[in-house]
């Protein structure tokens, strides 16, 4: 099987940085599209950007200009820079990704990660 592993989570003041990254692991035999959700207390979980496997990137317009996804497709890796944090971007954030499991020959699957906390102080 496969697994969705994230780190990098934290608190920060407001206007800090963090990088958060995700590694998918196990019998992965294809990643595709990888991305960045975030859910705070009482909302809906929310995309905050994504990948795709050729480096087309879709973002919140709540957070252009502030974070910047990337990934590494050796490592099956996505990042996720963010700067110029604000209390509002305080969630859990959760990796999110397409993977050909098991076998060149099963379909994508998609995946989540458990979500790490970004706490952003005033």
């Known amino acids: 099987q496969a697994q969705l592993v994230e780190s990098g989570g934290g608190l920060v003041q407001a206007g800090g940085s963090l990088r958060l990254s995700c590694v998918a692991t196990?019998?992965?035999?294809?990643?595709?599209?990888m991305a960045w959700y975030r859910q705070a207390p009482g909302n809906q979980r929310e995309l905050v950007a994504s990948?795709?496997?050729?480096?087309?990137?879709n973002q919140s317009d709540s957070v252009k200009g502030r974070f910047t996804i990337s990934r590494d497709n050796y490592k099956k890796t996505v990042y996720l820079q963010m700067n110029s944090l604000k209390p509002e971007d305080t969630a859990v954030y959760y990796c999110?990704?397409?993977?050909?499991?098991?076998?060149?020959?099963?379909?994508?699957?998609?995946?989540w990660g458990q979500g790490t906390q970004v706490t952003v102080s005033s």
């Open positions: 990948i795709t496997s050729g480096g087309s990137i």
């Open positions: 999110n990704a397409d993977l050909r499991v098991g076998a060149w020959y099963n379909s994508p699957e998609n995946y």
């Open positions: 196990g019998s992965v035999f294809g990643v595709y599209t």
